[in-house]
Every structure is written in structure tokens, then in C-alpha cells.
């Protein structure tokens, strides 16, 4: 299993790289994406059927930047 850096949650990652990532179930991760991009926490960008989530604020992603 791939270790988890605080540098990973700040880029652009598609949901079968976040599931890997956090150990989970494709299916939940989604949920879990969906429900942040809901929240105006993630935003998406799609490319073809891959969608890509980033951390939509600036200070949350300063933040994660900082633990790196």
C-alpha cells in the first residue's frame, strides 16, 4: 500500500488514486468526494470519464502544504 503525504492531498487526484490512497472501497471514496465537492471543500475538473478532485480553498491547501 502507498503511504499517505500530506503533498498527495494537495494535488489533483482522480478517485481511484484518493481510494488507494486512504484505503477504501472505490464506491465510498466517491461518496466521500462527492459529498466535500458538495460542501465547496473539493472541486472537479473532468478529463473524458475521469473525474479530478482538488482541494477547492486556498488556506486548506496552504495548510496541507505546510505538513509536508
Known sequence: ???RR??????ELC????AC???LSM???SHHLRKLANGNILD???????IYYF????EIR???NQLG
Open 1 to 3: 500500500f502507498p503511504t
Open 6 to 11: 500530506s503533498s498527495d492531498l494537495v494535488e
Open 15 to 18: 478517485v481511484c488514486d484518493i
Open 21 to 23: 490512497l486512504l484505503d
Open 27 to 29: 464506491a465510498s471514496a
Open 44 to 50: 472537479t475538473r473532468r478529463e473524458g470519464k475521469i
Open 55 to 58: 482541494i477547492k480553498d486556498e
Open 62 to 64: 496552504d495548510f496541507f
